[in-house]
């Protein structure tokens, strides 16, 4: 389409989710572009961008949605904002300065453990230094969670954290290539009926698992969990 720029996957899946969760169907204004623009330099996926949209939603409400992604612009901040302090952790040390194991005078649960154990090792295997440093960065959102309350809710949020920290450290043309696979008219084929939070949900899916075959990103959640030992269901998406 031409009144989009050339990296179009990711302006056209953020377009497809504001007309399918406002109502409204007409296209985005130079200004909401430019805004679009501004954002995918600066490393906002389109999930987040999604996820700031529902919210401005949820709370003018469905008969007063936004008409522009500038009405949304507090919104998509909060959530770059929350995603940038996750990433950002506790401010602890570098992975590499972490002892892999707890110290023995403060107690963790297992889960929280082999979290830990389980990033340093990806982390010190990856071949890029962005991936090493997507590693790290989800160690510090671990260090942000308490050792002995680490549940699978977490689990799943530190797992999100990792896949955030994987996106951002792609380069453009990877970025334009994942967003392909994502918006292709195959890919978005049999979904056009879901609501926009199952779609937006289906879709981080999908991109889970092509950042796991394309680009090596850790199954944190398989690593971690088995049907047995956890009660969790691994099957893949």
Known sequence: MSHLPPDHGFFAAVQVFFTEITGRAALFSSRDQLLLQEWHR????AQLICRGIRNAVRSLGKDDAPRSLKECLPFIDEEWERSRALLAGA?????????????VDKPRG???????????????TADEPRFQEAYRKAW????SFDPDRFDLGD??????????????????E??????????????LRGIRNMSPAARAEHLHHRR???????HGLLDLIEALTTDSRRGLDTTPR
Do not use: C, M, W
């Not at 689990?155 to 453009?172: G, K, M, S, T």
């Not at 990877?174 to 890919?187: I, K």
């Open 208 to 214: 889970r698992r092509l950042l796991l075959h394309r």
């Open 155 to 172: 689990l799943d949020a530190l797992d999100r954290a990792l896949i955030d920290a994987f996106d951002a450290a792609l380069l453009e």
């Open 42 to 45: 600066q490393g906002r996926p």
């Open 174 to 187: 990877e970025h334009q290539a994942l967003n392909d696979a994502l918006t292709g008219t195959e890919s």
């Open 110 to 124: 297992p889960l929280f453990d082999e979290a830990a154990q389980a990033l340093q090792k990806a982390g010190s």
């Open 91 to 103: 401010h602890g040390p570098a992975l590499s300065e972490t002892p892999a194991a707890p110290p």
């Open 140 to 143: 510090r959102v671990l260090q």
